[in-house]
């Protein structure tokens, strides 16, 4: 885990080993309470879609109980789409095994983050003042 202060932003880069050994329910848990530290975290790969899905659901929960949480933006970066079969079935396998590691996943508090803009070459994150 690599953390980095820029004038008050605070950027925490988080490998998905750090995470690979917990279950869906901690690692929601785990990427939660960061963001209520208002820290952006830059997550080497991506959550399972059922863990995005709980990731936004208890989110939403939060929004309502817990004092100044507007909630979180989220974006991931992935690989390219127009890759040979063999290529796909070979990442398709390692995914199963170990998980989506060649994409990336930002996650920050929405007080913070305005919006991620992505495209094929670049992203954008847009910070409130």
């Given at each position: 885990m690599?953390?980095?202060?820029?004038?008050?932003?605070?950027?925490?880069?988080?490998?998905?080993?750090?995470?690979?050994?917990?279950?869906?329910?901690d690692?929601?848990?785990?990427?939660?309470?960061?963001?209520?530290?208002?820290?952006?975290i830059?997550?080497?790969?991506?959550?399972?879609?059922?863990?995005?899905?709980?990731l936004i659901?208890?989110t939403?929960?939060?929004?309502?109980?817990?004092?100044?949480?507007?909630?979180?933006?989220?974006?991931?970066v992935?690989?390219?789409?127009?890759?040979?079969?063999?290529?796909?079935?070979?990442?398709?396998?390692?995914?199963?095994?170990?998980?989506?590691?060649?994409?990336?996943?930002?996650?920050?508090?929405?007080?913070?983050?305005k919006?991620i803009?992505?495209?094929?070459?670049?992203?954008?994150?847009?910070?409130r003042?």
């Amino acid at each position: 885990m690599v953390k980095k202060n820029l004038n008050g932003l605070m950027l925490e880069f988080m490998p998905y080993s750090e995470i690979r050994h917990l279950d869906s329910g901690d690692r929601v848990k785990k990427i939660l309470r960061i963001v209520l530290l208002n820290k952006i975290i830059i997550l080497q790969g991506r959550l399972k879609p059922d863990e995005e899905t709980r990731l936004i659901e208890d989110t939403m929960a939060m929004i309502e109980h817990v004092k100044h949480f507007k909630g979180i933006e989220l974006a991931v970066v992935g690989t390219d789409s127009e890759e040979s079969f063999f290529r796909k079935f070979g990442a398709g396998v390692a995914k199963m095994l170990v998980g989506d590691t060649a994409a990336m996943t930002i996650i920050g508090p929405a007080s913070i983050v305005k919006d991620i803009k992505r495209d094929p070459k670049k992203i954008e994150l847009l910070l409130r003042k």
